[in-house]
């Protein structure tokens, strides 16, 4: 049971726009936390993808987008390429653990 | 360019003890937090532990306390990640990464993982 929740998987055909959801609490999101997200393709290691609710790394895309609202934050992604197909972790900070928190992941197919 | 190498795959036995370890290169190693980080086969992400690499400053995950031992060699920038008495359970890919702070607290590098599978 992770302490961020996500949808398990998402799907979306070439060239659409999906979002996947990451809900927190009062202890993380909710307190003021920033949410990053990570991508992971298969059988790699997770990538930075989104850091600071909305700030993308040299190299992402900007077809990759974040926000963050209350307790919950969301990761948008648009134009979807077969390339996207993915693991997307979202991950924060909380103070009830004092550590850092991730989401379980949400599985993204690409149609 | 930074980097985060981990050592190879293990294979090891319920009850044997295991040291994996995570090097860097291309930043200065002791002046970055460097976590360690447990996805069960099929699962996602769970922070198991930190350490500040020039001070050996450590923190636990409640999950992890007593579980593992965090240790860093800052001579050799290397990270380590430690079990006593390893448990079928332990089997999981583990990885490094260095914790950024600027937007928040994040972590920018991952290591490739190393793959633990312990198995009587």
């Known amino acids: 049971q992770s302490v961020l929740t996500q949808p398990p998987s998402v799907s979306g055909a070439p060239g659409q726009r999906v979002s996947i959801s990451c809900t927190g609490s009062s202890s993380n999101i909710g307190a003021g936390y920033d949410v990053h997200w990570y991508q992971q393709l298969p059988g790699t290691a997770p990538k930075l ?4 609710n ?9 077809r990759f987008s974040g926000s963050k609202s209350g307790t919950s934050a969301s990761l948008a992604i648009t134009g979807l ?28 197919t690409v149609l | 360019e930074v980097q985060l190498v981990q050592s190879g795959p293990e294979v090891k036995k319920p009850g044997e003890s295991l040291k994996i370890s995570c090097k860097g290169s291309g930043y200065t190693f002791a002046t970055y937090w460097i976590a360690w980080v447990r996805q069960m086969p099929g699962k996602g992400l769970e922070w198991m532990g930190i350490i500040y690499v020039g001070d050996s400053d450590i923190r636990y995950s409640p999950s992890f306390q007593g579980q593992v031992t965090i240790s860093a060699d800052k001579s050799i920038s290397t990270a380590y ?5 390893l448990k079928a359970s332990d089997t999981a890919m583990y990885y490094c990464a260095r914790n950024r702070y600027g937007s928040g607290s994040f972590f920018d590098f991952w290591g490739q993982g190393t793959l633990v599978t312990v198995s009587s």
């Open chain 2, 81 to 85: 990640l430690q079990w006593s008495s």
């Open chain 1, 54 to 62: 909305n700030n993308r790394p040299s190299g992402v895309p900007d």
């Open chain 1, 49 to 52: 993808l989104i850091h600071g």
């Open chain 1, 81 to 108: 390429q077969a390339e996207d197909e993915a693991d997307y972790f979202c991950q924060s900070s909380d103070t009830s653990l004092n550590g850092w928190v991730f989401g379980g992941g949400t599985k993204l």
